[in-house]
């Protein structure tokens, strides 16, 4: 018989072939045939989880150190008095604030599976759930989590969706329904981000809007960019002569006072 | 120390603690004779690695340690660098942490000590104040003791500002600085050696005190102890910092603006400082856990500027300095105002020049001086 670990069930982490502690298993695997491999013969438990963590990303820590925990709490099992200190282990494994930790270990019983799986493809580490961590609500997020790990975005796309859909939650201008027809993680990432920063976006597309409107001459092309804090005007020559090079950049010249003016526009959304 | 700064400091304070190497200090001992219900026994606490939890952060703001300071006190400022414009400030800091709780407190990124330090050994600062007085830098020092604790949050209790400033009287190259968002003055007013000392608000429309700034002194009380110390002969400065964008900014920090030069004469007044809201991004995560999502500040459309930290639009920033300059200005040409940790092109944007060309701010911004 193997141990179940509630919660977390099914998220234990991948490994080539399955390892066990007696009963207990600790890893999983792709591959069904693979034989497993009990651990108990020669590490202690604490040291058999030690040696798996290495090279683990947080969230399957986070499930072996639940898997380890399970042995003492499960009345079914004769544990001989084994003990897995998980405060120690992720003390070890660098992990300090572990207060965060069992916030995190808390938030991962709630989860939806298919998000958790997403976090441990992705490495998150602990401070990645700081972004969610005290917004996360079950009932309507738990839909926002799954459409989030349909679309399979890459971390760094995936950590900016959560944050800037849960501050967009606190000022009540998303809900996760809107979220359903997106096929793309990008495509997604960009409808919120217009949202988050509508202010000083819309004041960007006002003035991209201007530039694109001078005609200064053909193959040449102007717009806005944004560069951080900053907006920056692009603009876009090709020339197939030094003789046209020069002219282009002429009438650029010329129409200057025209970039001025598209810059300077008023659009009121500052107020 | 009156009735109404010990029932703040009650309300404010869980536990103190006293390090063994602190005992009989004069601080320790004002905490003790003040404060005896909240001494504990000390203990050492181990110091986790990286950023504070909420919960840890919010602790930390209630619970003081007096301990000796190990390191150095007198440090440069760090806003300059090669991206902000440098105003040649130093910093004497005589502990850690704040009582106050502003939503976009910098220390919520700085610190990692889970709590509210306050530094026994204060005569070993003074002594370094003396060493670097005695060797000088060529020019006028400024030096703030406000960087990473309210000058005066403690102070009636500290009794640190009265010293500095009796020790910084005997010095003609150094100017002090005390910050505060509080109006606990009354134990000032009467220093006969102030020194060349200039008390500073950082200050900000009423309704952002309200809603960014938990546990300060209303704005309103901070103009009235800014007026008693005007009066009791001290130089005040006022430092509109952090300014946040919000639906009314314009009729908010115009009401500000018009009531700082109706009740000051910019001859009392130093100097005024700007600087837009800004935080590292790390930062972010712990604002959020700590305070409503969907405040000012959290909501607010900040971007990666050069220098890492999340800004304004620049041009939106720019905006907001030459709005409230202008509304000084309409006042009296008099008002001397610069830009706090802004970019060179801020300047321009703002100014039409970079500081050592602005009129009146030329001194304030002459070569970097070092220690």
């Not at chain 1, 969610?132 to 975005?153: A, R």
């Not at chain 1, 025209?258 to 959304?269: D, L, P, Q, R, Y």
């Not at chain 2, 109006?183 to 102030?194: A, R």
Request: net charge neutral; with cysteine.
């Amino acid at each position: 018989m193997s141990i179940q670990i509630s919660g977390l069930n099914g998220l234990l982490p991948k490994t080539n072939c399955r390892f066990t502690w007696r009963e207990l298993t600790l890893t999983d695997t792709n591959w069904a045939s693979q034989k497993s491999y009990d651990l108990s013969a020669d590490l202690s438990l604490e040291r058999a989880v030690a040696v798996l963590s290495e090279g683990l990303s947080f969230c399957e820590k986070l499930s072996l150190a639940e898997a380890a925990a399970s042995l003492t709490t499960n009345t079914n099992t004769n544990t001989n008095s084994h003990t897995f200190d998980q405060r120690l282990f992720f003390k070890e494994s660098n992990y300090t604030r572990f207060d965060l930790i069992e916030q995190i270990k808390n938030l991962s019983k709630e989860l939806p599976e298919d998000f958790l799986r997403w976090c441990a493809l992705k490495k998150l580490n602990l401070k990645d759930f700081r972004a969610f961590l005290n917004d996360y609500k079950k009932n309507n997020d738990s839909v926002f989590f799954s459409k989030l790990s349909d679309l399979d975005p890459t971390k760094n796309t995936g950590l900016q969706i959560i944050e800037v859909y849960f501050d967009l939650c606190a000022q009540k201008k998303v809900s996760p329904e809107d979220l359903l027809s997106f096929k793309n993680a990008e495509t997604l990432l960009a409808s919120l981000k217009k949202k988050r920063f509508s202010m000083t976006l819309s004041k960007d597309q006002i003035i991209f809007d201007e530039l694109s409107k001078i005609k200064v001459a053909a193959g040449v092309k102007a717009s806005l960019k944004r560069n951080g804090d900053k907006k920056q005007i692009k603009l876009e020559l090709e020339a197939d002569s030094p003789e046209q090079l020069k002219e282009k950049l002429q009438k650029s010249l010329e129409r200057a006072d025209s970039f001025e003016k598209a810059w300077n526009i008023k659009s009121g959304a500052s107020k | 120390m009156n009735k109404r700064y010990l029932e703040h400091y009650r309300e404010s304070f869980s536990e103190i603690y006293i390090h063994p190497e602190s005992e009989g200090s004069a601080v320790a001992l004002r905490f003790k004779k003040f404060f005896p219900e909240k001494i504990k026994p000390f203990e050492d606490v181990a110091r986790a690695k990286g950023l504070m939890t909420s919960d840890e952060f919010d602790q930390s703001k209630k619970r003081i340690l007096v301990q000796p300071h190990k390191g150095q006190f007198f440090k440069q400022c760090p806003g300059g660098n090669q991206n902000s414009a440098c105003c040649n400030y130093f910093v004497l800091n005589l502990g850690s942490q704040c009582h106050f709780n502003c939503s976009y407190c910098y220390l919520q990124s700085f610190l990692n000590t889970p709590y509210l330090v306050v530094y026994s050994n204060v005569e070993k600062a003074l002594d370094e104040l003396t060493e670097i007085a005695e060797r000088g830098t060529g020019g006028k020092m400024r030096v703030g003791t406000g960087e990473v604790i309210d000058s005066l949050g403690l102070d009636p209790i500290t009794l640190f500002s009265e010293l500095i400033m009796e020790h910084i009287h005997k010095f003609e190259n150094l100017g002090l600085e005390l910050k505060t968002k509080s109006d606990f003055v009354d134990h000032l007013l009467d220093v006969k050696n102030k020194g060349e000392t200039t008390i500073s608000w950082s200050i900000n429309p009423e309704h952002i005190v309200k809603t960014e700034e938990h546990g300060t002194a209303s704005n309103a009380k901070r103009l009235e102890a800014a007026y008693a110390c005007v009066t009791s002969g001290y130089k005040i400065g006022f430092h509109i910092d952090p300014v946040i964008w919000h639906p009314d900014w314009k009729e908010n920090y115009s009401e500000l603006v018009d009531q700082i030069a109706e009740i000051f004469d910019p001859k009392d007044v130093p100097y005024v400082s700007l600087g837009a809201l800004r935080f590292q991004p790390e930062q972010r995560h712990i604002m959020k856990e700590r305070f409503d999502r969907a405040s000012y500040v959290n909501s607010g459309e900040l971007f990666k500027s050069k220098d890492g930290k999340l800004r304004y639009d620049a041009d939106l920033r720019s905006e907001m300095f030459k709005f409230i300059i202008d509304r000084f200005k309409k006042h009296s040409r008099a008002w001397r105002i610069f830009l706090c940790m802004e970019s060179p092109e801020t300047w321009l944007s703002t100014y039409g020049d970079f500081p050592k060309k602005v009129d009146g701010l030329e001194d304030l911004f002459s070569p970097r001086a070092s220690v």
